[in-house]
């Protein structure tokens, strides 16, 4: 076995929360083999198997009692090239932004609105990251797993992921599947999506009547950079909540105490309230309690100022839960992943 186990290995840098806690094993995934070895090795050390990718989606609140598998494994390959649309393969281990950058550069367009997300390419699936009008379902091709129990690659397709509003069958089932590498249908002759409000209104500013996808990554780039704190300054893990989704009577209602209520109805009848607006609405924008806090731009952003423990940052998510609940009757859910 190639795999190199550790043992109380800190995780301080590889969760941008940067939370510190230990893994009672650690080891690095950089192919195929090391994962189904790392399956093995958790088995006989009678451990549980936890994959990570970038920790940009991760609260620690204790030390890990787990082996955890950083999944590192690297390569860009074009599967297929029919002219306009372009199959692209990335390795689970690669960081998502630079893999965005280096599909723009190669003249591809599909994956821009979700520049500068943190995190490797294959966590971004099991979430259905979603930024500025795009998800990941919207130029997901397919992606190749493990089968835990057995250590045999299966290809999912788009149904088979069961991809959903930051959720997926990897998400609902964390313990079975550790994927290894994924696929995107990307084009040359772009269709740009620039619903989004800001987004549009940035471009407009910028008078850019025709834009490409670079300009759209750029753009999405500077607005992220302005709402959102870099995580190798400011620990965090982005959106720490949910956007609600809500009867459309509960947001009517809502609607008449809070005219300027942002909502977006979605096309199952449901409404989907901004968490971020419902947060600043209460007060908490700019809350900090010892070193956990909410970041003084954007509301739905918890940070660690420095030293604060994932129990911190938790209690502090759980009063923001609950004051919400007991304001609006809305729950909010936490995005995240807790170990």
Same mark, same amino acid.
């Given at each position: 076995?190639?795999?190199?186990?550790?043992? /109380?290995?800190?995780?301080?840098?590889?969760?941008?929360?940067?939370?510190?806690?230990?893994?009672?094993?650690?080891?690095?995934?950089?192919?195929?083999?090391?994962?189904?070895?790392?399956?093995?090795?958790?088995?006989?050390?009678?451990?549980?198997?936890? @994959?990570?990718?970038?920790? !940009?989606?991760?609260?620690?609140?204790?030390? @890990?009692?787990?082996?955890?598998?950083?999944? $590192?494994?690297?390569?860009?390959?074009?599967? !297929?090239?029919?002219?306009?649309?372009?199959?692209?393969?990335?390795?689970?281990?690669?960081?998502?932004?630079?893999?965005?950058?280096?599909?723009?550069?190669?003249?591809?367009?599909?994956?821009?609105?979700?520049?500068?997300?943190?995190?490797?390419?294959?966590?971004?699936?099991? /979430?259905?990251?979603?930024?500025?009008?795009?998800?990941?379902?919207?130029?997901?091709?397919?992606?190749?797993?493990?089968?835990?129990?057995?250590?045999?690659?299966?290809?999912?397709?788009?149904?088979?992921?069961?991809?959903?509003?930051?959720?997926?069958?990897?998400?609902?089932?964390?313990?079975?599947?550790?994927?290894?590498?994924?696929?995107?249908?990307?084009?040359?002759?772009?269709?740009?999506?620039?619903?989004?409000?800001?987004?549009?209104?940035?471009?407009?500013?910028?008078?850019?009547?025709?834009?490409?996808?670079?300009? @759209? !990554?750029?753009?999405?780039?500077?607005?992220?950079?302005?709402?959102?704190?870099?995580? %190798?300054?400011?620990?965090?893990?982005?959106?720490?909540?949910?956007?609600?989704?809500?009867?459309?009577? @509960?947001?009517?209602?809502?609607?008449?105490?809070?005219?300027?209520?942002?909502?977006?109805?979605?096309?199952?009848?449901?409404?989907?309230?901004?968490?971020?607006?419902?947060?600043?609405?209460?007060?908490?924008?700019?809350?900090?309690?010892?070193?956990?806090?909410?970041? /003084?731009?954007? %509301?739905?952003?918890?940070?660690?100022?420095?030293?604060?423990?994932?129990?911190?940052?938790?209690?502090?998510?759980?009063?923001?839960?609950?004051?919400? $609940?007991?304001?609006?009757?809305?729950?909010?859910?936490?995005?995240?992943?807790?170990?």
């Amino acid at each position: 076995m190639s795999l190199v186990v550790e043992a /109380q290995r800190s995780l301080l840098p590889f969760n941008t929360f940067g939370i510190e806690a230990r893994a009672a094993r650690y080891a690095e995934a950089k192919s195929d083999a090391d994962v189904c070895d790392a399956i093995h090795a958790a088995r006989e050390l009678g451990l549980p198997l936890r @994959v990570i990718g970038g920790g !940009s989606n991760l609260v620690l609140t204790a030390d @890990v009692e787990a082996l955890v598998l950083r999944m $590192a494994s690297r390569g860009i390959r074009i599967l !297929s090239d029919a002219g306009d649309e372009v199959v692209v393969e990335a390795e689970a281990g690669e960081p998502w932004h630079p893999f965005v950058r280096h599909c723009i550069d190669l003249g591809l367009s599909g994956l821009e609105n979700l520049s500068l997300i943190p995190g490797t390419v294959g966590a971004a699936p099991i /979430q259905n990251v979603g930024a500025y009008g795009v998800e990941i379902k919207d130029a997901f091709v397919g992606l190749t797993a493990m089968d835990r129990q057995t250590c045999e690659l299966r290809n999912f397709d788009l149904n088979a992921c069961q991809f959903d509003y930051r959720d997926s069958i990897f998400k609902r089932a964390p313990e079975r599947f550790v994927i290894l590498r994924v696929r995107f249908n990307l084009r040359r002759m772009p269709v740009l999506k620039l619903d989004y409000g800001p987004l549009r209104q940035r471009l407009q500013h910028d008078g850019i009547e025709r834009p490409t996808a670079a300009d @759209v !990554s750029r753009v999405v780039c500077a607005i992220r950079s302005e709402k959102l704190p870099d995580p %190798a300054q400011l620990g965090n893990a982005g959106s720490f909540f949910k956007n609600p989704l809500v009867a459309e009577s @509960v947001a009517a209602t809502l609607r008449q105490e809070y005219p300027d209520l942002v909502a977006f109805p979605q096309p199952d009848g449901q409404v989907k309230l901004a968490a971020g607006w419902l947060i600043e609405k209460a007060g908490w924008k700019g809350y900090r309690d010892g070193n956990a806090g909410v970041h /003084q731009h954007q %509301a739905l952003v918890l940070v660690n100022y420095g030293g604060a423990s994932g129990g911190a940052i938790l209690a502090l998510a759980g009063r923001i839960q609950a004051d919400i $609940a007991n304001r609006f009757g809305v729950e909010l859910e936490i995005e995240p992943n807790v170990l």
